[in-house]
């Protein structure tokens, strides 16, 4: 898998977390925008709001899931970088 060959194991598990989230933000920002375009009025109807509360909801959840794994990589390597110059063996 190319994947495996160019990425570490915490990458993949990244990748693994975010593309599911990613590919759902995506359907329902499409059903949304299906939506109002079937319904010119459509931002009144009770569902628009509850489908803008679930974009919301699976963006948060995205941003954050992105967000620790890019904090988790850069604490990683500045560790990776102070074991180095430490000299720390088998790190």
Same mark, same amino acid.
């Given at each position: 898998?190319?994947?495996?060959?160019?990425?570490?194991?915490?990458?993949?598990?990244?990748?693994?977390?975010?593309?599911?989230?990613?590919?759902?933000?995506?359907?329902?920002?499409?059903?949304?925008?299906?939506?109002?375009?079937?319904?010119?009025?459509?931002?009144?109807? /009770? &569902? =628009?709001?509850?489908?803008? +509360?679930?974009?919301?909801?699976?963006?948060? %959840? !995205?941003?954050?899931?992105?967000?620790?794994? /890019? &904090? =988790?990589?850069?604490?990683? +390597?500045?560790?990776?970088?102070?074991?180095? %110059? !430490?000299?720390?063996?088998?790190?």
């Amino acid at each position: 898998n190319e994947r495996d060959r160019w990425s570490s194991p915490w990458q993949q598990t990244a990748m693994d977390r975010i593309n599911p989230l990613a590919v759902e933000l995506a359907s329902n920002i499409d059903k949304t925008i299906e939506h109002v375009r079937n319904y010119q009025m459509g931002l009144y109807l /009770e &569902s =628009y709001p509850a489908m803008l +509360a679930s974009n919301a909801e699976v963006s948060a %959840e !995205l941003w954050t899931t992105v967000s620790d794994f /890019e &904090s =988790y990589g850069r604490k990683k +390597a500045k560790a990776g970088k102070l074991g180095t %110059e !430490l000299e720390i063996p088998g790190r």
